[in-house]
C-alpha cells in the first residue's frame, strides 16, 4: 500500500516540467512513493505497529508469572473474530475478555498461566484491523505522516538529482554516496504512533 499519491505529491510540490523530462520525472516519483512508503510500513512494523488493516492471526506466549493482557499489532481493531486460549475458545460476551479496539488491547478476565509443554503461542487471536485500508484512508487518517512521507520524497529526489553517481573518484581516493535512509523528523512522527508507551 502506497501512502501517498503522485496528485498529492504535485500539489506540495508543483512542477512546471513537461514534456519527456515530466515523463521521467512521473514515472520516477511512482518509484520512489512505493519505496519510501515500503521502508515506512517496515520501519513500523519493525516497531509493533501494522499499517494495513486486513484480516490476521497473531499468536502469543503467556509470561511465566501469567499474561492478563496483550498488545495487537494491528490497530484500530475493527473486529474480533476468535480468541482461544490452549485451542478452547473464549469469548467477549462470556467476560473472558475486553477490547479496547483504538489501541488494540485485549484484557483478560484472569492470568492466562503457561503450560508444562504446550504454551508457545497458546493465545491466538484472529481480528481484522490496522491503520488504514487503502492510501486514502491513511492520508485521512494520518496527515502529519503523509506530510512527511512527502518530503521525505521530495528530500530523495532532489539528493538523486544533485548525486547523480553513486561513488564519485579523484585520483587514488573513492567516495561512495549511501542511502540516507528515513530523515529524523519522519521518525519522529512514525515513532509517536507505535507501542513503546501504554495507554
Known amino acids: 500500500m502506497d501512502l501517498t499519491t ?4 504535485f500539489a506540495f510540490f508543483p512542477d512546471s516540467t513537461d514534456g519527456a523530462a515530466k515523463q521521467s ?4 516519483l511512482g518509484m520512489r512513493i512505493s519505496s519510501v512508503s515500503k521502508s515506512v510500513i517496515r520501519y513500523l512494523e519493525n516497531k509493533g505497529r501494522h499499517v494495513e488493516a486486513k484480516e490476521r492471526t497473531e499468536k502469543f506466549t503467556p509470561a511465566k508469572d501469567g499474561t492478563r493482557e496483550v498488545r495487537l499489532k494491528g490497530y484500530p481493531v475493527s473486529g474480533v473474530e476468535s480468541v482461544t486460549v490452549f485451542g478452547d475458545a473464549w469469548t467477549s460476551e462470556d467476560g473472558d475478555f475486553v477490547v479496547n479496539s483504538a489501541f488494540g488491547n485485549i484484557l483478560f478476565n484472569q492470568k492466562i498461566y503457561r503450560d508444562d509443554d504446550l504454551y508457545h503461542g497458546a493465545i491466538s ?3 481484522t484491523g490496522g ?3 487503502d492510501t486514502d484512508g491513511f492520508v485521512n487518517e494520518y496527515p502529519d505522516i503523509e506530510s512527511a512521507v512527502l518530503m521525505q520524497i521530495s528530500f530523495e529526489l532532489s539528493r538523486y538529482k544533485s548525486i547523480a ?3 564519485q573518484a579523484n585520483g587514488a581516493a573513492t567516495t561512495s554516496y549511501n542511502d540516507y535512509g528515513l530523515l529524523p523528523e519522519l521518525c ?7 507501542p513503546t508507551v501504554e495507554p
Request: charged residues 25%; aromatic residues 16%.
Open 188 to 194: 519522529r512522527i512514525l515513532d509517536s504512533y507505535c
Open 25 to 28: 520525472f512521473t514515472a520516477q
Open 125 to 127: 487471536v484472529t481480528y
Open 165 to 167: 553517481n553513486k561513488s
Open 6 to 9: 503522485k496528485d498529492r505529491f
Open 131 to 133: 491503520m488504514a485500508a
